[in-house]
């Protein structure tokens, strides 16, 4: 089966983290990613910003939301009262998944899957065991699945606290939508904005 907790070292620190996940072969996502786009920020974050997994842009810099979903997220953030710059961001997956399409053969984003979600998820359990942060902010329905199971419904969950899974260490979990939800949505986009960054207003309020 997939899996990468073979690869996580017991009890370690971000940074042996991350060093450790460089090498990753826990699934096959890494045959054809660029590298390895481990979770960035302060260890002492008292929020985590959870994101599905990196894209074009992170898969070429090695960080995660570094491109404009990236921008978006900072922009929400702010507009809500959280610190980007004092949040630890990953993402639940943690090599970009993109099948080659069209003439360029540009690179586009696939959706992770179950199996692929499930193996990488030793990863995060042990980045939540190293911050312990107050609250996760899962962005998107794959964030959520990831934390929750495949019944977790984001419509349905967005802007509430809810309580941690068992076994994963952090306070609560506030689940909102996707920033790239934002980049996609036409002449309601500023609604879809304004939503996300109410959801983000509830993790703010329980970072107080
Ligand atoms: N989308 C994500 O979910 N994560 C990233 O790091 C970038 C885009």
């Keep these: 089966a997939y899996d990468a907790a073979p690869f996580v070292p017991e009890a370690a620190g971000i940074e042996e983290l991350r060093e450790a996940a460089a090498d990753c072969a826990g699934c096959p996502l890494f045959r054809e990613a660029t590298q390895t786009v481990f979770g960035a920020g302060p260890a002492s974050s008292r929020a985590v910003l959870l994101g599905e997994q990196p894209g074009d842009q992170e898969d070429r810099k090695g960080e995660p939301f570094a491109g404009p979903a990236g921008g978006m997220l900072l922009r929400a ?45 030793p990863w995060l359990e042990a980045e939540l065991r190293a911050v312990s942060p107050e609250v ?73």
């Design 77 to 121: 953030c702010e507009e809500a009262g959280v610190d980007r710059d004092q949040a630890y961001v990953t993402n639940a997956v943690k090599h970009f998944k993109f099948a080659r399409e069209g003439h360029g053969k540009q690179r586009i984003h696939k959706s992770p899957s179950l199996r692929e979600l499930t193996a990488c998820k």
């Design 136 to 208: 996760v902010v899962t962005l998107g329905a794959t964030a959520g699945k990831a934390l929750f199971g495949s019944a977790f419904r984001v419509t349905k969950e967005r802007g509430t606290v809810l309580e941690a899974p068992g076994g994963l260490e952090t306070g609560v979990v506030v689940p909102t939508i996707h920033p790239s939800a934002v980049l996609r949505a036409g002449e309601n986009r500023d609604e879809v904005y304004a939503g996300l960054v109410s959801d983000l207003r509830v993790a703010a309020d329980v970072l107080g």
